[in-house]
């Protein structure tokens, strides 16, 4: 399976190694690029510094072909608009991490995603 995770903070980490012991197919979208360096060279990912926000960098990481795209920086708005975009470009799956209970009402959560 193609997975898109975008963010590599403790919790993309995770997941990025998760991902990739699962025999997953894993692209990272991450705008340090020394923390995207740590993470590609620790795990057989691929790797793209940038925004996950931007749509160059999803069309780059071929998102229109990916089974899941998952957005976990630690900005709720970046997190949405990336995965908005990515539904739209044609990934199957989209999952957003959000912190701010203003974002976690139904609307977002089925006229959205």
């Not at 975008?6 to 025999?23: D, I, P, Q, T």
């Not at 705008?31 to 996950?52: C, F, P, S, W």
């Amino acid at each position: 399976m193609k997975i898109i995770v975008v963010g590599s903070g403790k919790v993309g980490a995770a997941l990025c190694r998760s991902l990739v012991a699962e025999k997953h197919d894993v692209v990272l979208i991450e705008q340090n690029e020394a923390v995207l360096n740590h993470i590609t060279k620790r795990y057989d990912i691929m790797g793209i510094v940038g925004n996950g926000a931007n749509f160059k960098i999803l069309e780059q990481a071929d998102v229109a072909h990916c089974d899941i795209f998952i957005a976990m920086t630690e900005q709720d708005e970046v997190n949405m608009v990336s995965a908005v975009l990515a539904k739209k470009m044609g990934a199957k799956e989209t999952i957003v991490r959000v912190r701010n209970p203003e974002y976690s009402n139904a609307y977002f959560k089925e006229k959205i995603f």
